[in-house]
């Protein structure tokens, strides 16, 4: 049985089971349940497989046996949310099922449940399910929460299908917080008292090392490659850019990097034009670029594995994630919970390939972040 639920934050919620709705069932209820379309607040994940991660961005009205019907399940469902839009009714502050009829919800779930019954009986579980189960789960408990910007509540809504390499876009109408502007910075503040920012060094170039096998420097990876390189009179930014332009272009050489850092280990993940990351993730890309794809992604899906993990931890704190930003996580931190942020650095720290090395920054608002000991 496939559990579809309807939940509108703390106002209502529901879940269509056997042909009903059944109005604010009972916890109990959903151990009937092991697969569903999506993930809800109101059931353990780790219990689920989710169809959603199957079909992806795909349009299941393919899947559905009766096409023009799913449409029109669709065309009624969309008609009452634009009148209740037209009537400025505030569908994330009302019950849904307050203001919908009831026999147009349950027809639009049946419709559903047929085309999602084929989504799991034809569609192969993917090879990196895992990995986007924890991303769906994640981000869609960022999406429920609510962040202050210019002095409104506000939703970050990824989008975990929108890069090629799996890395976290944000969808339209929401706060774009990976494109925020620094000047705006200055407008974001946490719902609780302060944000918390861990950041991986150089992660890119540690995860590299990592899929090698290799070593982990102690200290800041542009420092140590100065010091690798012997370079005099040269800045951390310029050491950078060095670095990076020799990394991506496969043409390049430097026989001292070549040393620690190796430029082909792509092609034990390279098979056919395809790079498989260490997550399962497979990506059809040209040879020249499959070193960035791999280091890319890979790194991505290990921000999103451990702040899952911290996700976890905070079950039940006032703490939260409050958003990702590419290698970093940032907390929304209650008072309360500040004797946890040495715990919660050291999962962030602690990867599949060891401890990465990682700076804390503490502050009031989104702008104004202090680098601290954590």
Excluded at 82 to 96: H, T, V
Excluded at 131 to 143: E, S
Excluded at 342 to 353: D, G, L, N, P
């Amino acid at each position: 049985m496939i559990l579809q639920t309807l939940d509108v934050r703390d106002n209502c919620r529901g879940a269509f089971y056997k042909n009903k709705l059944v109005i604010e069932p009972e916890p109990d209820f959903y151990r009937n349940f092991n697969i569903a379309w999506k993930h809800s607040k109101f059931f353990d994940d780790s219990s689920f497989t989710y169809l959603y991660l199957f079909a992806k961005e795909e349009d299941i009205e393919k899947y559905s046996p009766n096409p023009k019907q799913y449409r029109d399940c669709i065309a009624n469902i969309r008609a009452q949310e634009r009148a209740a839009s037209l009537a400025k009714i505030d569908l994330r502050g009302e019950c849904f099922f307050d203001l919908f009829p009831k026999s147009k919800l349950e027809k639009y779930f049946s419709c559903k449940l047929d085309a999602l019954e084929n989504v799991y009986a034809n569609v192969k579980k993917p090879s990196d399910y895992d990995i986007l189960h924890k991303a769906h789960v994640l981000c869609a408990t960022i999406r429920n929460q609510q962040i202050i910007f210019r002095n409104k509540r506000r939703n970050i809504n990824y989008n975990i299908f929108g890069t090629s390499t799996g890395r976290l876009s944000t969808r339209p109408k929401t706060l774009p917080i990976l494109n925020l502007k620094k000047e705006d910075r200055q407008h974001l503040y946490p719902s609780n008292d302060l944000f918390v920012e861990f950041d991986y060094n150089a992660a890119e170039i540690r995860m590299l090392l990592a899929l090698a096998n290799s070593k982990q420097p102690d200290e800041d990876i542009h420092n140590f490659n100065m010091q690798v390189l012997k370079l005099k009179d040269t800045t951390r930014q310029q050491a950078k850019e060095r670095f990076f332009a020799w990394l991506y272009n496969p043409e390049a050489k430097d026989s001292k990097l070549e040393k620690i850092y190796n430029k082909n280990i792509y092609r034990d993940y390279y098979v056919d034009g395809v790079i498989k990351t260490p997550f399962g993730r497979e990506m059809i890309v040209e040879e020249k670029k499959a070193l960035n794809y791999l280091t890319q992604s890979t790194t991505s899906d290990m921000v999103i594995e451990n702040s899952y993990k911290i996700q976890k931890f905070l079950k039940s704190r006032e703490s939260k994630i409050a958003f990702l930003l590419h290698d970093s996580i940032i907390l929304d931190v209650s008072r309360d919970d500040v004797a946890l942020l040495s715990e919660v650095k050291q999962i962030f720290e602690k990867t599949r390939w060891g401890s990465f090395l990682t700076s804390s920054k503490i502050g009031r608002n989104f702008l104004e972040m202090k680098e601290v000991e954590i």
